[in-house]
């Protein structure tokens, strides 16, 4: 099966913010295997998430069975296209 794969961009301002990324920027690859799936979403900025790395994300907050994504970048991509 062909992964699916879109062209990913979010404002220059958004990449500034997010200074702790350790994975490269590799969710702007538009492939879905490096994007983190969303669970559910509270507000704007708020989004648990089913994280697809080893844990060790810095924007990751575990919270019981799932985690919190703090990360600009990932927040913006799922504001801007939904995934």
């Known amino acids: 099966m062909e ?17 702790k990324c350790n994975k490269d920027f590799r969710c702007l690859s538009g492939q879905d295997a490096h994007l983190c799936r969303i669970i559910c979403c509270i507000g704007h900025n708020s989004y648990f998430v089913k994280c697809l790395s080893d844990k060790d994300c810095p924007y990751l907050e575990p919270h019981k069975k799932t985690e919190l994504c703090t990360c600009p970048v990932r927040n913006e991509i799922y504001l801007r296209y939904k995934i």
């Open 3 to 19: 992964e699916k794969k879109i062209k990913i961009e979010v404002p220059e301002e958004v990449l500034q913010k997010t200074t």
